[in-house]
């Protein structure tokens, strides 16, 4: 079965950088949409941001824009959110997400047929 799994989560200080990975297995990763959305205590669900099939085009919500950055190297079938200047308000769990449908990118979390279990994200001040 397909499966996407986080890792790199953990405990950090404000203003310090973090890297989380998504590794995909059981997909051709190229022809997927990955994205990346957070739910913080009490929050729904939110996009964070995401990076197209067949480029290196990505889109990221407003709150993260210039901060987080989304890369992926197909070779290795793995998606990399790289979060910097983080902030306590950042402090998530963190998922990984993919679609197939020709769509580039999407914030539409209906789309995305896959996730993973998360990854905890705690920033403290």
């Known amino acids: 079965q397909v499966q996407l799994v986080e890792s790199g989560g953990g405990l950090v200080q404000a203003g310090a950088s973090l890297r989380l990975s998504c590794r995909s297995s059981?997909?051709?990763?190229?022809?997927?949409?990955m994205g990346w959305f957070r739910q913080a205590p009490g929050k729904d669900r939110e996009f964070v941001g995401a990076?197209?099939?067949?480029?290196?085009?990505?889109q990221y919500s407003d709150s993260v824009k210039g901060r987080f950055t989304i890369t992926r190297d197909n070779t290795k079938s793995t998606a990399y959110l790289f979060m910097n200047n983080r902030d306590p308000e950042d402090t998530a769990i963190y998922y990984c997400?993919?679609?197939?449908?020709?769509?580039?990118?999407?914030?539409?979390?209906?789309?995305?047929?896959?996730w993973g279990q998360g990854a905890q994200v705690t920033v403290s001040s």
């Open positions: 997400a993919g679609y197939r449908n020709g769509l580039e990118y999407s914030h539409d979390q209906q789309l995305y047929a896959y």
């Open positions: 059981r997909i051709t990763f190229s022809t997927y949409t």
């Open positions: 990076i197209a099939w067949g480029n290196t085009n990505t």
